[in-house]
């Protein structure tokens, strides 16, 4: 019999899961929206990798009880990691709804259904942002003048609060999203409203709920604003409006807030695009960037650079062309980590024809480089219009776990997740060397799963000792290397489990331990027997359990056969015997200097205890049934056990 118990087996901490660990790797997914297709041909939510490649379904949007349809806007990831949007159609009422969708467990839940005129309804080409723990965002339209209104909800409670009625003279119907600025109000578009009802710009404060028109456009300054506005480093805010300017094919405009001033910085004209219904992106080269729906060389849209300072470098850098490269984008464009712009076109692709769902595309900055990703084909979505993609992170984060481990101990590693895991995946556990390096990583448990949780894991055997030891959580589907657990961890060696016999006595090899000797007949502790020797009164196997003194690692011996109990035992030593043996009625025991005499049945329990014996002493065995008893001697220095045998 052998076993190894860590001294504080399966014991869990949950603090800190959010440790930066060593080697760790994030890698990212992009996310986005269809409005139509999917198994209901009600649009769905879709993922890829970072590229851009392996699209999968995630969400399927159906008309039908309590889901959703027609996504025209774009998700967001609120700080809690999960993803927010709304749909313009379907819910309780028909007239839209606002959704969280969990990418790490997939759940979906709608959070607010519009259901008339009073709160607003009909989201069309909006998003949310998140100010505080609230989630903000417009609705084309309900509200007191049916023109749309500006809202707030707290994804917690799913409280909803209608914060501003557009009314015409503030605005009408947005079909944008808020952009939360560095003085902390929210800026705004909206598609008509105003003084020439050719759409406006305004502000709302988060904090006092004061809601100011900032400026109305008026034709030729452009009209119909049908994205959003972004900041740009400058401070200024940057838009685009789908009609008006100069050409009447809509124009790109700088805003700023500081003094209310609007200035056209580039009118469209067909041939450098027409007709933009998304919005600016400012990439990390400062450079603005966005898509036409409509005009260049093939009429079907462009993806164009415009440098703020100097708008007269305006740059057309791809012409859609519908087949193959797909065409119309109604959406915006996302720079991700790679340094590449990503975006979607709601028609065209390399096959033509009906079957031109859209299509998903890259640009490269650096080669100046177009990529077709994929295109949509019914099944994983179609044309998806008014949203543009989100990049989230895919983490893996390793819990704490016990500070303190044995060789071949047992360890819960815990762990927590971001973004989505797919069929197939399997969870491994890995500890570093005794440096913390995990140059070669040692494999000590593994769970197929897509979800957090945690991971039942041994400490290899062969494992060195040491007080740097980390451990980290890696995934295979995607390829995630995770943070380690956040802090060294002691690893230490069982103690030695050697034994000698002599006679009838068993001494542990292992110095300066504790000791509980067992029978290996029943597995059961021998009351008493805690020394480092054990003397055995019967034949039988014995172990013992050793527990290294300062850091509580247990092991237990092999078990060890005493088979040579018996009378003859009374030879080689003088000092204690028993005669006549076996007797009926009486023995005579010759007893060792100042020893005291123990009687013992042959369970090992004691029977009969004589202190002070003497050097000789005549028991009677009267009282006794017929069987196997012993006699035990112990003095201050040795303990010796004869048996003897009742008629």
Request: charged share 10%; with cysteine.
């Amino acid at each position: 019999m052998r076993k190894k118990i860590s001294a504080a087996l399966m014991a869990l901490a949950t603090a800190g899961l959010l440790s930066t660990g060593m080697n760790a790797q994030v890698q990212h997914q992009l996310w986005g929206m269809t409005t139509r297709g999917g198994l209901n041909n009600d649009g769905v939510i879709f993922k890829t990798d970072a590229s851009g490649n392996n699209l999968m379904v995630k969400q399927n949007f159906m008309i039908s009880g309590a889901n959703n349809t027609d996504a025209y806007g774009s998700l967001m990831q609120a700080s809690d990691g999960k993803l927010y949007g709304m749909t313009w159609y379907g819910g309780s009422g028909g007239q839209g709804s606002i959704f969280s969708f969990d990418p790490a467990t997939s759940i979906y839940l709608t959070l607010h259904d519009f259901v008339g005129q009073a709160d607003g309804r009909y989201p069309q080409g909006n998003g949310l942002v998140q100010v505080g723990g609230m989630l903000y965002g417009m609705t084309t339209g309900g509200g007191t003048a049916d023109k749309g209104v500006l809202f707030q909800i707290d994804p917690v409670t799913k409280t909803y609060t209608k914060k501003a009625d557009f009314v015409g003279s503030n605005g009408d119907s947005p079909y944008g999203c808020l952009v939360h600025a560095t003085d902390g109000h929210l800026y705004g578009m909206t598609y008509f409203g105003g003084s020439d009802d050719d759409g406006v710009i305004f502000d709302f404060d988060p904090v006092s709920g004061g809601f100011i028109l900032r400026g109305s456009f008026q034709g030729t300054s452009g009209k119909f604003p049908y994205g959003s506005m972004v900041q740009a480093n400058d401070g200024k805010l940057y838009g685009m409006t789908s009609q008006g300017g100069a050409n009447g094919y809509g124009i790109i405009f700088q805003f700023n807030p500081q003094s209310n001033g609007l200035i056209n910085l580039w009118d469209f004209d067909m041939t450098s695009g027409a007709q933009p219904n998304g919005s600016l992106i400012q990439a990390t080269n400062g450079k603005l960037y966005g898509l036409t729906l409509a005009g260049g060389t093939n009429s079907a849209g462009v993806l164009f650079q415009i440098s703020p300072a100097s708008p007269s470098l305006y740059t057309v850098l791809f012409n859609f062309d519908s087949t193959p490269n797909g065409d119309s984008p109604l959406g915006s464009l996302l720079q991700a980590t790679d340094g590449n712009l990503y975006g979607l076109t709601s028609m065209g692709g390399s096959t033509g024809g009906p079957m031109s769902l859209g299509s998903m595309f890259q640009y490269n900055l650096v080669t100046n480089t177009f990529t077709n990703k994929f295109e949509f084909d019914a099944t994983s979505g179609s044309n998806p219009e008014n949203t543009n993609l989100i990049e989230i992170p895919v983490t893996i984060t390793t819990g704490s776990v016990n500070a303190a481990n044995c060789v071949g101990s047992m360890i819960q590693v815990p762990f927590a997740i971001a973004g989505a895991y797919d069929p197939g995946n399997v969870f491994t556990a890995q500890l570093s060397d005794a440096a913390g390096s995990f140059a070669a990583p040692v494999t000590i448990g593994t769970i197929s799963y897509t979800m957090a949780g945690s991971i039942t894991a041994v400490i290899p055997a062969a494992t060195p000792p040491g007080n740097a030891y980390r451990i980290r959580v890696i995934a295979n589907n995607p390829v995630v290397t995770g943070s380690d657990n956040g802090s060294n961890i002691s690893i230490n060696a069982l103690p030695g489990t050697g034994t000698t016999l002599s006679g009838a006595t068993i001494t542990a090899s292992q110095a300066g331990a504790g000791y509980q000797w067992l029978n290996c007949a029943g597995n059961t502790h021998i009351n008493g027997e805690t020394g480092k020797s054990f003397t055995a009164t019967a034949n039988g196997s014995y172990a013992v359990i050793v527990t290294m003194n300062g850091n509580g690692c247990i092991d237990t011996s092999a078990c060890v056969a005493v088979s040579h109990i018996g009378i003859d035992e009374i030879i080689g030593d003088n000092r204690f015997t028993i005669s006549p043996n076996p007797s009926a009625d009486h023995i005579t025991v010759v007893v060792p200097a100042n020893a005291t005499l123990e009687m013992l049945d042959s369970k090992g329990q004691v029977i009969k205890t004589i202190r002070d014996p003497g050097l000789k002493i005549t028991i009677g065995l009267e009282n006794l049934s017929p069987g196997i008893y012993f006699l035990k001697a112990t003095t201050g220095a040795e303990s010796l056990t004869r048996k003897f045998i009742k008629e």
